[in-house]
Nanobody, 114 residues
Framework: VQLQASGGGWVQPGGSLRLSCTAS????????MGWYRQTPVKERELVAT???????NYGDSVRGRFTISRDNAKNTVYLEMNSLKPEDTAVYYC?????????WGQGTLVTVSS
């Protein structure tokens, strides 16, 4: 499975961005899809994960500001990011798990600064 992430960029504090991640083939709705993020000084951090039919699971630092959703017909997972803060600056990686295998996208950079 190949994952293609997009939607990153520069935004001012308080702004919003929407990330997308599309898989190269069908992802069963029962398979989790989600996002992690990483900076040069921090370990990879959970942002949000989602399995169809269940509520999203969010990291403490983004809960209430970010929303994860997915369109199974398009094999795509989205991350709506609102009220962005400078500390949200990171490379965001999408992923999916299928059985014992984990697949990662190439990462998309989000920069939050004034």
């Amino acid at each position: 499975v190949q994952l293609q992430a997009s939607g990153g960029g520069w935004v001012q504090p308080g702004g919003s961005l929407r990330l997308s991640c599309t898989a190269s083939r069908t992802i069963h709705s029962s398979n989790v899809m989600g996002w992690y993020r990483q900076t040069p000084v921090k370990e990879r951090e959970l942002v949000a994960t989602l399995r169809s039919g269940r509520d999203g699971n969010y990291g403490d630092s983004v809960r209430g500001r970010f929303t994860i959703s997915r369109d199974n017909a398009k094999n795509t997972v989205y991350l709506e990011m609102n009220s962005l803060k400078p500390e949200d600056t990171a490379v965001y990686y999408c992923y999916t798990k299928q059985g014992s295998s984990t697949y990662w996208g190439q990462g998309t950079l989000v920069t939050v600064s004034s």
